[in-house]
C-alpha cells in the first residue's frame, strides 16, 4: 500500500491575493485623475477667467471637451491595454495628464489652454476608465463583480478631493496648484501604477 508523502499533502498559500493590490492601484489612480480631471477642475474656472478676462462660457468649453475625449479614448483604451499591456498604458495616460496639465498652467491663450486640457483629458481616458477595468477583469474569475465595483468607485470619490484642491487655489494661485497637483500625480501615481501587472 502506497503511503502519502508529506510532499502529496496539498499546501495553502497563506499570500494575499496580488490582484487585490491592484484593485488598490486602480482605485487609487481612479480617485485622483478622476477628482482632478473630472469634479474638481471645475475649481479653476473662474480664476483662469479672471486672469484672462476669458467668459466663464469660454473657460467650462473645456469642460465638454473633457467628455468629448474621455468618451473616444474608452473604447479604445481596453484593446490598447491588451496589446500594449496596461501599466505602459496607464503610466503613458498619468504623464499625458501631468503634462496636459502643467502646460494649462502655462497657458497664454485660450487655444492654447483648450491643447493643454486636451492632452490632459486624453491621458485620463487613457490611465482611467475602462483601462483599469480591463486590467482588473483580467485578475478575477470570483469575485470579479466586487474587485470592478471597487476599484470604479474611484470615479464616484474622486469630489473629496475638492476642498483640497480649494484650498491649493485660494492659498497658492492656480497655476502653482497645478504644478503642485501635477508633482503629487508622479509621486503618488506612478508607483500605484507600477504595481499594476498583467
Same mark, same amino acid.
Given at each position: 500500500?502506497?503511503?502519502k ?18 484593485v488598490?492601484a486602480?482605485?487609487?489612480i481612479?480617485?485622483f ?6 469634479m474638481?477642475?471645475t ?8 486672469t ?13 471637451i ?6 473616444a479614448?474608452?473604447?479604445l483604451?481596453? #484593446? ?5 499591456g496596461?501599466?505602459? &498604458? =496607464?503610466?503613458?495616460?498619468i504623464? @499625458? +495628464?501631468?503634462?496636459g ?12 489652454f ?15 476608465g ?20 471597487? #476599484? ?8 473629496? &478631493? =475638492?476642498?483640497?484642491?480649494?484650498? @491649493? +487655489? ?18 503618488i ?10
Amino acid at each position: 500500500m502506497k503511503t502519502k508523502s508529506k510532499s502529496d499533502k496539498p499546501l495553502k498559500s497563506s499570500k494575499f491575493f496580488y490582484g487585490w493590490w491592484v484593485v488598490t492601484a486602480c482605485f487609487i489612480i481612479s480617485l485622483f485623475t478622476a477628482g482632478v480631471i473630472l469634479m474638481g477642475f471645475t475649481v479653476f474656472f473662474e480664476p483662469i477667467a479672471h486672469t484672462f478676462n476669458w467668459s466663464y462660457a469660454q473657460v467650462s468649453l473645456a469642460a465638454t471637451i473633457q467628455v468629448i475625449l474621455f468618451a473616444a479614448m474608452s473604447p479604445l483604451a481596453g #484593446s490598447i491595454a491588451d496589446k500594449w499591456g496596461a501599466r505602459k &498604458l =496607464i503610466i503613458t495616460g498619468i504623464i @499625458l +495628464v501631468c503634462a496636459g496639465l502643467f502646460l494649462v498652467s502655462r497657458s497664454t491663450s485660450l487655444w492654447m489652454f483648450y491643447l493643454s486640457f486636451a492632452m490632459a483629458s486624453i491621458g485620463f481616458g487613457a490611465c482611467g476608465g475602462m483601462a483599469l477595468t480591463t486590467t482588473v477583469v483580467h485578475w478575477f474569475k470570483r469575485r470579479v463583480s466586487l474587485a470592478i465595483g471597487i #476599484s470604479s468607485s474611484g470615479l464616484l470619490t474622486g469630489g473629496v &478631493l =475638492i476642498p483640497l484642491i480649494t484650498y @491649493l +487655489v485660494d492659498s497658492y494661485g492656480w497655476q502653482n496648484a497645478l504644478v503642485f497637483i501635477c508633482v503629487a500625480f508622479l509621486v503618488i501615481l506612478i508607483p500605484m501604477a507600477l504595481l499594476i501587472r498583467n
